[in-house]
């Protein structure tokens, strides 16, 4: 076989095909109305086994019989009835799948944690989870994180999706509801621990990552415990922006810019 046969024989396995059924259909596709001694002779396929193949081709529907008198010659039903055919079975075993495992579960799914590593793989999976939300959107986000998400909030917002950001920074473009982080020690923080980001989708699964330029990581979990405890996280910075709107020249006073006083005491990172 040439190195197209041989492209369309690898393919034609991954369908379902043995690599020898897939060699006879080929073979017979370029070479109809031959018997399967030259079917053997072509395909590379033993003698030893081509009668047992063909058979069963004949059996599946993949070849036809057009001469019934000895020897028996054979052709390959037109590839387009074939990809047709499997596209059909295919279509109708994904139906079934989804119509009766949905109901298989026992209630204790997804709890393991998918870990993402890089940049590029976080915010592709946070942009997959802003695309498929449904009912709500909880963000704890610096600025320049948030306007690369900005085209698929607004797109969600337009769908319905609720929407509440604590951001750190200021954005071009708010959607939502906004809450803004006091930033005093924020950025040097940043500089030195990595930007975090929190992101809980229709509150059944949420995402934590720590960016950095070259050692950006991340997870992805439905773990309701852990969950509650990014939603803690959120609602926390939520909280605090609230009493700093009503209350800054009394903590300011109390606790100096941004709690600085009792930041100062504890060790992040």
Request: charged share 25%; net charge neutral; glycine share 4%.
């Amino acid at each position: 076989m040439n190195d197209k046969q041989s492209n369309v024989v690898n393919e034609l396995m991954k369908i379902g095909l043995t690599k020898y059924e897939a060699s006879v259909y080929v073979t017979l596709l370029e070479n109809p109305r031959i018997t399967a001694y030259e079917i053997s002779k072509r395909s590379s396929v033993p003698q030893s086994k081509i009668y047992s193949i063909v058979k069963e081709l004949v059996n599946k529907n993949f070849l036809n019989l057009v001469d019934q008198i000895s020897p028996k010659k054979y052709v390959a039903i037109p590839l387009d009835d074939l990809l047709e055919n499997y596209k059909k079975e295919t279509d109708s075993r994904i139906k079934y799948i989804k119509e009766n495992a949905k109901n298989m579960n026992t209630g204790r799914e997804y709890d393991y944690f998918l870990h993402f590593y890089g940049t590029e793989k976080i915010f592709n999976k946070l942009h997959e989870m802003v695309q498929r939300a449904t009912e709500s959107l909880y963000l704890d986000i610096w600025a320049e994180d948030y306007e690369k998400l900005y085209d698929d909030l607004f797109a969600a917002q337009k769908r319905g999706v609720k929407i509440v950001c604590v951001v750190y920074g200021p954005v071009k473009c708010e959607l939502g509801k906004m809450y803004y982080h006091e930033m005093e020690g924020m950025i040097d923080d940043a500089a030195q621990n990595g930007r975090w980001l929190s992101l809980v989708s229709d509150y059944s699964q949420c995402l934590f990552a720590i960016l950095k330029p070259l050692d950006s990581c991340g997870f992805w979990t439905q773990n309701k415990a852990f969950m509650l405890v990014t939603e803690c996280f959120i609602t926390h910075d939520i909280l605090i922006a609230e009493i700093y709107g009503k209350f800054r020249p009394m903590l300011v006073k109390e606790f100096g810019p941004n709690l600085e006083k009792i930041r100062k005491n504890l060790k992040i990172g």
